[in-house]
């Protein structure tokens, strides 16, 4: 397939149609300047009550719509497996009942192994409504990772009272390798030899606990509801205490500020992982808090996997889509060449989201085309600012001025502290979606806010207007990436990379910038097999080394280069070298993450001999250089 559209409506034509009105919150903000540079801002509008407890959003909906599809999942047959609130309710109610009996807590929390699924929910969800504590974890560190290096680590950190996997045959290896004697393993099918396993249907056939109601009752704003982990530079993972505080505080941030989700209950097709934040905090709670329905998507934004998410659609209209950019970037063609899923994607779809990198106007632009040749106007997209810490939800774009790079103004409930750093601002939060600290490292979470109590996020903005700060910021890279030439002069990281995947686009997924203390920047340069496969379609799938060496890859690369190349003002600016990496980028190493994102400074120091490798006096083959 071709990743370019072939559209009646022009991608650059389609900038000229109207976007779908859509109800929404804008922010806006007064701003406080300090003698010092300092730049504080605040949102006029207060943030709205939010609940005691995020399960107080399932009493709701149980009652007020009990038979609407709360979530589903594929069956073996094909179908949808189905649970709606009022199932949830019940099932939530005797799954924590089985939870509060075994004395589980902080101390003893539970951790879940596998990748979404209903029986996830299920656990994750009896956890939330008994006051236990859950870390949801990557199953890349079970089942991709060679050595459990991160798993051995966050199990020794958190010591679970019990640990939770969809199939025991699956898991078994790392089960094995890293869960004590004395730690219940608790499954919905499966076994792991000499160990005991218990049976999720075992936990559904519970009786309910008389203290059930007393326990849920207690629950209040400073519970912790959850650990989400998140890798620092060396890559062992931090677990993020997430209080009900924050999670209830987050969805009324959302739902004010994306105003359309009290338009119509949001039904959702969602691949994005609930070990991370955007899929579980942001995406699963948005669909809990509003009363919608999430159906969960198998696929993946890769090949062997874009099908299924494709499958999915044809089914199912979303209300609101949720991906990261490499995802929208996958599905653009089956959109273009299949009109029955197009017309089902735009049929009542109010916006577009995107997070975790940036969008290219490649893809923005596409979907802009698609949307008016189907609906005869382009369907807002949108994105903004968040972490981990913040739940996610911090700054929000408006749709008339959302772009890429942009990630406009602190929502509702949110105060931002921009501080002048070597040029830059630096962003800081506050705002009760902030996460208190780290569990069990208090050393990490000392550092991680400042004398006021703002949470560091590391990244820098800029305004998009100088002179009208309700224009809203952009994204100015991260600051512990941006690094100095042997001149002195200050490289910029963050969007640098962006203008060099986007002009290289659609053969670079990312690109690592070295160049610290140097002469002159070069690039170790991630490739898009899927890009690649379209400059030459008899390329090997998923095999990087052939797409790397490929002739016809490397002289499409290098015209592409070449043009970013001549764009460049100065030595800040200005690749002169790149070398196209041919192995795999390390999950054991802190390299990437599961969802893809890479690590900058870990990719710079575990390949310490590729940049020797780039600043050879006399490079080989490999470097392609154009100075």
């Not at 209903?118 to 079970?142: E, M, R, T």
């Not at 997070?355 to 997209?381: C, H, I, T």
Request: with cysteine; proline share 7%; aromatic share 8%.
């Amino acid at each position: 397939m071709s990743a370019e559209p072939d559209t009646s409506v022009s991608a650059t034509a389609a900038g000229v149609h109207p976007l779908r009105p859509i109800s929404f919150g804008n922010p806006e903000v007064t701003v406080e300047r300090r003698a010092d540079g300092t730049i504080y801002l605040r949102p006029k509008v207060k943030l709205a009550d939010y609940p005691v407890r995020i399960m107080d959003r399932l009493h709701h909906w149980a009652k007020a719509e009990p038979n609407r599809v709360f979530m589903a999942e594929r069956s073996a047959g094909g179908g949808w497996r189905q649970i709606t609130y009022a199932q949830l309710l019940e099932t939530t109610r005797r799954i924590a009942s089985a939870l509060i009996a075994r004395g589980l807590s902080a101390e003893r929390p539970i951790v879940i192994l596998s990748g979404n699924s209903v029986d996830h929910a299920l656990i994750a969800f009896g956890a939330l409504y008994g006051g236990i504590p859950f870390c949801p974890v990557s199953p890349a560190y079970s089942l991709v990772s060679r050595d459990y290096g991160k798993l051995n680590f966050l199990i020794k950190l958190l010591t679970p009272g019990l640990v939770f996997v969809d199939d025991a045959d699956k898991f078994a290896d790392a089960l094995v390798a890293n869960v004590p004697a004395g730690v219940e393993i608790a499954a919905s099918r499966g076994a792991v030899p000499r160990r005991d396993v218990s049976r999720l249907a075992d936990l559904l056939a519970a009786p309910e606990d008389p203290r059930l109601d007393a326990v849920h009752e207690a629950i209040g704003p400073d519970t912790i509801a959850k650990f989400l982990l998140t890798s620092g530079s060396t890559g062992n993972p931090k677990a993020v205490i997430n209080t009900q505080r924050m999670i209830c505080a987050n969805q009324v941030m959302l739902r004010e500020t994306l105003a359309f989700l009290k338009d119509e209950p949001p039904v959702i097709v969602d691949w994005l992982p609930w070990n991370h934040t955007f899929g579980g905090n942001h995406n699963i709670g948005l669909t809990l808090y509003n009363g919608g329905s999430m159906y969960l998507d198998e696929g993946k934004p890769m090949p062997g996997g874009i099908e299924e998410t494709v499958r999915n659609l044809r089914e199912i209209s979303p209300t609101v889509y949720f991906n990261v950019p490499k995802g929208y970037e996958s599905l653009l063609p089956y959109l273009r060449d299949d009109a029955g899923l197009r017309a089902k994607f735009f049929d009542r779809l109010h916006a577009m989201f995107f997070s975790g990198a940036a969008l290219s106007p490649f893809v923005w632009n596409s979907l802009d085309a698609l949307a008016v040749q189907e609906k005869g106007y382009r369907v807002p997209m949108l994105t903004g600012l968040g972490a981990t810490e913040t739940s996610p939800f911090f700054m929000s774009v408006r749709p008339d001025t959302s772009r890429s790079g942009h990630v406009g103004l602190p929502v509702s409930g949110n105060d931002a502290k921009l501080l002048p750093n070597n040029g830059k601002l630096e962003v800081r939060a506050k705002g009760p979606n902030v996460t208190p600290g780290y569990w069990r490292q208090p050393e990490l979470t000392a550092k991680a806010f400042d004398e006021e109590g703002f949470y560091k996020f590391g990244d820098a903005l800029k305004p998009a207007d100088p002179n009208n700060f309700d224009a809203g910021f952009d994204f100015d890279g991260r600051i512990a990436e941006d690094f100095k030439l042997a001149s002195g002069t200050w490289v910029s990281v963050g969007p640098l990379r962006a203008r060099f995947v986007g002009t290289c686009a659609p053969l670079v997924r990312d690109v690592v910038i070295a160049g610290l203390n140097r002469d002159e920047i070069s690039a170790i340069v991630i490739l898009d097999l899927d890009g690649c496969r379209l400059i030459n379609p008899e390329l090997t799938a998923n095999d990087i080394a052939v797409a790397a060496a490929d002739p016809k890859v490397r002289a499409a690369f290098r015209e592409r280069f070449a043009r970013f190349f001549g764009s460049a003002t100065g030595s800040s600016n200005r690749i002169t070298r790149a070398i196209l990496l041919d192995t795999p980028l390390s999950i054991d190493r802190g390299e990437v993450t599961d969802k893809g994102s890479i690590n900058q400074r870990a990719v710079l120091e575990h390949r310490s001999g590729l940049i020797e490798t780039l600043y050879a006096p006399v490079p080989p083959a490999s470097v392609i250089t154009l100075a």
